[in-house]
């Protein structure tokens, strides 16, 4: 590939691109991350909104998990991290499960399921888990969980991944949608 070129399996994989963490997290970081992740269902809502079943079974891009697959695992993963961050917040650097989000995927719900359930409860739990880090003193950001694979991550970081994970799916579903004239 040419300098300056973008592959386009690339662009369908990152289509806001890649993530990008501050060196130090900051207040004004952890205020703009909350308030993405308050707005985060209401998007999603906006980028699924008149679907077919049919538009709902297409993948994003090839090899890609369908649009449906997408809303489950962000409701998947999004419950894990609000768990996981209510963890970090008790317990000394708790020990955190790895998951495997393609076998979560895989699974018969993660395929077929109706994606209401999902989206409702993207809507509760974007609220309680906003409603909790609004709570928090700025200095217990920076207190930290260990993921086997992924090692130690502050409370800040955990906050940042997932303001751009909602961001990042949402735009495979918008992309989609316009490559598609949907």
């Known amino acids: 590939m040419r300098e300056g070129t973008v592959c386009m399996d690339e ?65 998947d993963s999004h419950m894990n991290s609000f768990i996981s961050m209510r963890l970090g917040i008790l317990e000394d650097q708790p020990v955190l499960r790895a998951t495997n989000v393609d076998a979560l995927a895989s699974l018969i719900d993660s395929k077929t399921a109706p994606i209401e359930p999902s989206l409702a409860v993207l809507d509760g739990l974007h609220t309680r ?42 735009a495979h579903i918008t992309a989609l949608r316009k490559r598609m004239g949907w």
């Open 11 to 75: 662009d369908l994989r990152y289509p806001i691109g890649r993530l990008v963490l501050p060196k130090q997290v900051s207040e004004s970081h952890v205020e703009g991350w909350i308030r993405d992740l308050e707005e985060a269902p209401g998007l999603l809502r906006q980028a699924v909104a008149g679907l077919s079943d049919e538009q709902l079974d297409t993948p994003y891009r090839e090899g890609g998990w369908t649009v449906r697959q997408v809303i489950h695992h962000l409701m």
């Open 129 to 170: 888990w906003a409603l909790l880090l609004r709570s928090l003193a700025f200095e217990t950001y920076s207190r930290t969980t260990e993921t086997p694979g992924r090692g130690v991550r502050s409370l800040g970081v955990m906050l940042g991944i997932y303001s751009f994970h909602g961001k990042h799916h949402t």
